[in-house]
């Protein structure tokens, strides 16, 4: 946990004892009341997202009591987005976190044709573990926004909503890459560099159908390999993300 993240309405009010945060300020940064540490507000807008946090008393049942102020503005998300379909359960917390570390615009989930369909069932979608598993990421690399997150039931309906042209940060045409290295067109590495948006979309375990990859040339998605190799779906999300983010210009 590298930032202590607060949303605004937990300004004012203690910590309870068995907050992972307070168990971080306590027992792992060793931090007594009067001591600081950094903060950051969670999607601040105009208020400020980064800052620091102050101890202001430890009460008697462990809860934390403290203060934050502002000291500079959200680090600006980048202008990525990822649509996967499903992957298994256990698979999606990390796979979230560690797209919301990387500092994505938006992730979408579908369902596709080969993917397991019991996997949209997850209780994590719903029981706050999913917005959880962003903060988590927001967190680690020191970020006081999330990416947004969208369900779709399934790949025909999230081209046919076109989310990417409703972004905020969508200032120019985005390029639009499928990862697919069953048939593919070309290398995800040869795209000529350009600061312009791109949505991404991974294919479950199992990959695109046909079917899908007529769906996702009509919709105009060039369908591009990540190399020879069958990667794990969160795998294949994290190196298009990666490479997604370098095209654009973006780890300079």
Excluded at 27 to 49: P, Q
Excluded at 106 to 119: N, P, R, V
Aim: net charge neutral; hydrophobic share 40%; charged share 25%.
């Amino acid at each position: 946990m590298n930032l202590i993240l607060f949303e605004a309405h937990e300004l004012g009010k203690p910590l309870p004892r068995r907050d992972e945060r307070s168990v971080h300020l306590i027992k792992v940064l060793h931090k007594k009341a009067g001591d600081t540490f950094e903060a950051g507000l969670l999607d601040a807008g105009n208020r400020g997202g980064l800052g620091r946090g102050k101890i202001e008393k430890i009460d008697i049942d462990g809860s934390v009591s403290f203060s934050f102020i502002a000291e500079a503005p959200p680090v600006p998300r980048l202008p990525v987005r990822v649509g996967v379909g499903f992957p298994r359960p256990i698979q999606i917390r990390r796979l979230l976190r560690d797209l919301s570390s990387l500092g994505v615009e938006a992730i979408d989930l579908f369902g596709t044709e080969l993917g397991e369909k019991s996997y949209r069932d997850t209780k994590l979608l719903d029981d706050g573990g999913a917005r959880a598993a962003l903060i988590e990421g927001a967190a680690q690399s020191r970020d006081t926004s999330i990416p947004a997150l969208g369900i779709f039931p399934g790949l025909a309906d999230w081209l046919k909503e076109r989310p990417w042209e409703k972004s905020a940060l969508s200032h120019a045409v985005p390029l639009l890459v499928a990862a697919d290295n069953v048939r593919p067109e070309g290398a995800m590495s040869r795209i000529t560099p350009a600061r312009q948006p791109v949505a991404l979309a991974i294919g479950s375990e199992r990959g695109w159908t046909d079917h899908e990859r007529d769906l996702l040339e009509t919709a105009g998605f060039l369908r591009l390999s990540l190399g020879s190799r069958a990667l794990r779906t969160e795998t294949a999300c994290i190196a298009a993300a990666v490479l997604a983010i370098e095209k654009i210009g973006e780890l300079g």
